[in-house]
């Protein structure tokens, strides 16, 4: 049995946890910006997929396998042994350093002259933004009282799944931008692909300068000596094994849908309907961002509601209802005759999934005791990372190019996805949400 006294609130720092304050609220918001630019250097080249296939002579596959495998198989095998840094060590410095190393690949990136340059520079992205997450969800757990720590994960985690969607809206602005300043003298001869890695990877190095000033001072979750080992994690875990091997399931499967969506449908909107990169960027990041705010607040506001009424099942639940109404609706704005219609019939699934995945990142946490906190939600995130990025994008391009009777359309291939998990996605809610239920209740009593 873990124990519930959480030595970063017991014990005394330098300043000690700032709860509730004001202190508490500034972290929130250097934590939010960080991951809302974390996707967009993540994301941005979904944007960039025509001039960078043109320049560097690739494929869509390749650009999956950039976009998401390679990236998703590195953030996965190094969130768990950074997370355990972040139980154990400094999370203040840890953030510090992968901000900035992924700020320095994403600019480096714009000089890169062949895909494994490419690749490599990716895998500092993935490594730097892997160390955000866990170290910022322990923090802000650390930061505010149980009874008032689900409001401020929600919105960290609700900016986070916007800077998804807001990544397109950001980076079709910079794109823009950078196209339009190619007459300028100092980046004439800049490609306007490689200006915006420069510009969206500029703001990582200056948000990593801030993090020592403004993140509080605070003890680690736990000292070095006396922190939960991998054998309590994995105790913890085969005590509870049905609802994390169902619950990591759901996850992995919405954010395969999820991350197919922001990395192709922007690609879609260009050869489908004959958009430009940047209009094709305004419009699905500006619909992207209007419904992730929406569903962000609605479906943690139903579930908080459920949970109120002894409903424990409640995230799962959800997540079936909204399995059962988005998959329909979201096949069938990809087949739309205009954009505009398109992106009207998406914004209803557009809602609930990325409600939904607010929903599911935000209750991980909310699983696990303070020791090991960060590790579950490091594994949390390895399964959303290897399935959700990894699979995801990746298998949309392959569909596409190598399943003739899809005859190489990104939104046939789309829907297939789509055809593909979510009855899976059922099935594993309908196997997991009781034990489900009796974890979350079990949780919430234990850190009352």
Sequence with gaps: MIAATNPAIAADSAEGPDVGSHRAWSALVLLSLLYIISFVDRLVLALLVEPIKADLGVSDVQIGLLIGTSFAIVYALTGLPLARLADTRSRRMLIFAGALLW????FAAAYANSFLMLVILRIGVAVGEAALVPAAMSILSD???PSKRALPISI?????VCGGSGSMLIGGG???FAAEAASLPLVADISPWRLTLILVGAPAIFLALLTPLVLPRMAPAVGPSTGASLGDVSRHYVDHKKTYIGFYTVTALVSAINFSILTWYPTHL???YGLEAPVAGYQFGTVGVATSLAGGLLLPYIARRMVARQRFDSTLTIALTVCCVSSPLLIGSLFAPNPLLALAIA???FTLQFGLGILLAATAPLLAPPQIRAQLVAIFFLFLSLIGLGIGPTLVAWFAEN?????????AALALIVLIFAPIQIVAILRTRDAFARSHEYAMRADA
């Design 270 to 272: 260009i050869r489908s």
């Design 403 to 411: 399943l003739g009777i899809l005859g190489g359309s990104v939104p």
């Design 347 to 349: 914004a209803i699934p």
């Design 174 to 176: 910079v794109l823009q």
């Design 143 to 145: 930061l505010f009282a």
């Design 156 to 160: 960290f985690v609700m900016v986070g």
């Design 103 to 106: 700020g320095i690949s994403t």
